[in-house]
């Protein structure tokens, strides 16, 4: 694995979400925080939070470790490939079906005017699940080849998509806009979908699957184990990898107890938050994982361990400097970003309070990815799993606590703390004599030193921008 894997992780997520940004600054603007802006939000969060779990973790953490151990890897992948769209077809005709009960799930306390509303959205947004999962896929099999730049490109081509919708629609009801945004969304996963298929293509890729169809009924009980493997794997990786994603799910879901606008000013501040976590933690662990499982398939745990040392303290530094950034610039960055057209200075208050929330769990949440990467690759996912639920438990526990006196921001604070149980279950898991191999490095100070100039650049840019108000 090379540093440069991960810059060109990065480089594809910073495009993406530069994109997100505008797409979220014209929403905020067109619809601002209210319930029409609550509604599509509700709708695209089942879809959206599959989509993280399948392409930032659980599928490719399960599949890439089974595959290259594999005999018959064409034959594996495809079916693989086959089972997975096929159940998630099925599951897209069965949300259209009972489009409301599944929405008054992940929204229980929406009226029943707003559910009415939300449902048409919800089904159509779902579909987007079927189209990701199969860009998932194909991405497995380019970061086999350790390729990443396409999977970090093609995500901002749902955004690009999105942005079309809102430019073409401003003018409409609002009711009109958000039916827009969610076939936007299909738009923009097929988009993605068809970069990966070209990519996949010119790698010579296709001929892997290709074979896996020719063979698949001489030799599909040789890949029965291989199956097996993968299915004992993947349902504990969902739960062990997606802690974030869901902590994020539960406080949409008891916002909608709240008064209107707090779904939004949630989604606001977790786009912020989730910026740093994909830029740096989630392009290093995408780029990390496929070398940390061949070197310990291959029995190479120094090298591993070295590789992870280097990535750690890289992260330490972007993380603690984004974290210091965040907390002290949160006012100026919502205002800079969202505070215009529908979207007024009460919102940026609500916004940036609970983007400093969120922002407490940026280190362990980017930690813990790192970590839980070498239980991913030693076949230890139902110890990640178990390890998730204990910090999904104690999300829960705080959100009851906290949502009477704190709101909005009480949710946040929630689910940074559990990030902080995360990391320390992690680190107790992988064992404490690994943690201390990897603590003892050169890139100590140089880490800390970069937090503490982004704190005093910081606050003196603050500080700057208050004597000119």
């Known amino acids: 694995m090379r540093i440069g894997s991960i810059f060109t992780t990065s480089a594809g997520i910073l495009t993406s979400r530069i994109f997100g940004f505008i797409r979220d600054l014209l929403m905020a603007s067109v619809l601002g925080a209210n319930i029409y802006s609550d509604i599509f939000f509700v709708a695209f969060k089942l879809p959206n939070l599959f989509r993280r779990m399948f392409a930032e973790g659980a599928f490719v953490q399960s599949f ?16 693989i490939l086959m089972r997975f769209f096929l159940f998630l077809m099925a599951a897209s005709l069965v949300v259209t079906l009972f489009a409301e009960p599944v929405t008054r799930f992940i929204a229980i306390g929406f009226s029943d005017e707003a559910v009415r509303a939300a449902a048409p959205l919800v089904a159509i947004n779902f579909y987007y699940l079927d189209l990701i999962f199969l860009v998932t896929f194909l991405s497995a099999l380019l970061q086999f080849r350790e390729h990443f730049a396409t999977t970090a490109f093609a995500t901002a081509l749902l955004n690009v998509s999105m942005i079309t919708a809102l430019l073409l629609f401003r003018h409409d009801e609002p009711d009109r806009i958000v039916y827009a945004l969610s076939w936007a969304v299909l ?33 599909k009980e040789a890949v029965s184990d291989d199956i097996h493997r993968f ?55 995408t780029a990390l994982f496929p070398t940390i499982s061949k070197h310990l398939k291959h029995e190479r745990e120094k090298e591993a361990i070295e590789q992870t040392r280097r990535v750690f303290w890289l992260l330490v530094a972007l993380l603690g400097g984004a974290s210091a950034i965040a907390l002290i610039l949160s006012d100026g960055i919502v205002a800079l970003l969202f505070e215009r057209g529908a979207f007024d200075a009460h919102d940026r208050i609500q916004t940036a309070t609970v983007l400093r929330m969120y922002i407490a769990g940026l280190l362990p949440f980017g930690i813990s990815k790192l970590f839980s990467l070498w239980l991913y690759a030693r076949h230890r996912q139902g110890e990640a799993a178990k390890i998730a639920a204990k910090s999904l438990g104690v999300n829960i526990v705080f959100s009851l606590i906290l949502i009477g006196p704190m709101a909005a921001p009480g949710l946040a604070l929630a689910s940074s703390i559990s990030g902080w149980t995360l990391l320390f279950w992690t680190l107790k898991a ?14 100590i100070l140089p880490a800390f030193v970069f937090i503490l100039l982004c704190a005093v650049v910081s606050w003196g840019l603050k500080r700057l921008l208050y004597g000119y108000l």
Request: aromatic share 14%; net charge positive.
């Open 187 to 219: 738009v923009g996963g097929a988009l993605q979908l068809v970069a990966h298929l070209w990519r996949v293509r010119t790698m010579k890729l296709d001929r892997l699957l290709v074979g896996g169809l020719y063979y698949i009924r001489k030799k």
């Open 231 to 285: 299915s004992r794997a993947f349902f504990p990786s969902v739960l062990g990898n997606s802690t974030a994603q869901l902590s994020s799910f539960i406080d949409t879901w008891l916002a909608s107890f709240l008064v209107s606008g707090s779904i939004s000013y949630l989604f606001y501040a977790n786009r912020l938050f989730q910026l740093p976590l994909a830029l740096f933690a989630t392009a290093a662990s």
């Open 64 to 79: 890439m470790p089974t595959f290259i151990a594999s005999r018959h890897r064409s034959v594996f992948a495809v079916v």
């Open 430 to 443: 992988v064992g404490r004599e690994l943690f201390l191999d990897i603590m003892r490095a050169k890139q």
